[in-house]
């Protein structure tokens, strides 16, 4: 799909609207469960009714490696017929334990139990969803990229795998958002078959659905089909960095928020609450040193060196890459 004028996209009633990245709280911060820290504090339910606020005329939720949300609201709203289930999986390279973060959108709760099955290694990972015929995507493809890999032997395999690309994600540098665009554009004018994707990656309400997917189809299915064909494009634009750090500062007060909800809860253990507690007594000091600030601005930077790196080199990174495309995946 070429894309239209501003104008265009706001007349026609035939261009639909998914955030096709976005988070509630049942992204749980994984490497440090028992202090139960999140990546995201959003209700389901709040995610859904900002995205809607916001013009999308479908919403799913891609949580990390956890499609409990998404059940969550379709039990509490049984009826709904705009929603959709999805989800972040995040999987490695088993021999470089190089770290892959993949958008799934549809699939079914069978098919998530065997994606976190398969999730340790991402050569098992993806040949199970191209057999289940599932609709998935590479999601800010240089974010975890070591610099360390080679480039061209890293791209060129997710080449390989991947046909979804996120070009634009709102907590990434535009210059980043940029490269993987222009990646993607440059293999489309030769003939690959490609999508372009766009999702905020929001993990506060105030960032749902500023960048989102735009296509067509009157269902969620056909709408998921449609991006599957490469009939999408991204739309939107992308955090000030000044936003990305006020998040992780408003992560922390939400944090700080659950205390007295998680020491009444019967689900965690005084173990749990003890180790709880001592996170949040540490969190303190360390939000007040800066450290979280200065955290995100070597992301935010690393983003940028990556990115601009590549940049200089694109031609000859193309070049190198090719050969090892055959048809397509």
Sequence with gaps: MSEPSPAEVLSDPSFKRADLHCHSRFSVFKYFKRANTRDCYN?????????????MSYVTLTDHDSIDGALYLLNKFPDMKDFFIGEEVETYFPETGQRIHVGVWGLNEEQHREIQRLRRNIRELIPYMKQQNLVFGINHLF??????????????????MFDIFEVMNGAMANVHNKMVQQLVSTLQAEGRRMSMVGGSDAHTLKHVAKVHTVSRGETPAEFIENVRRGDCFAWGSEMRFRDLVADIYLLILAYHGETVNDFRSAEYTNVDKTIQLATRLASIPTAISGLPA?????NYLKQIVVSKGISMRFAKLVEE???????GS
Excluded at 150 to 155: D, F, K, M, R
């Design 43 to 55: 209700a389901p339910e709040d995610v859904y009714r900002m995205a809607k606020e916001r013009g």
């Design 143 to 160: 974010q975890n990229y070591r610099m360390k890999n080679v480039a061209a032997t890293y791209i060129g395999e997710l080449l390989q």
């Design 294 to 298: 200065a955290i995100t601005s070597l």
């Design 321 to 327: 890459i090719r050969p090892g495309l055959g048809g």
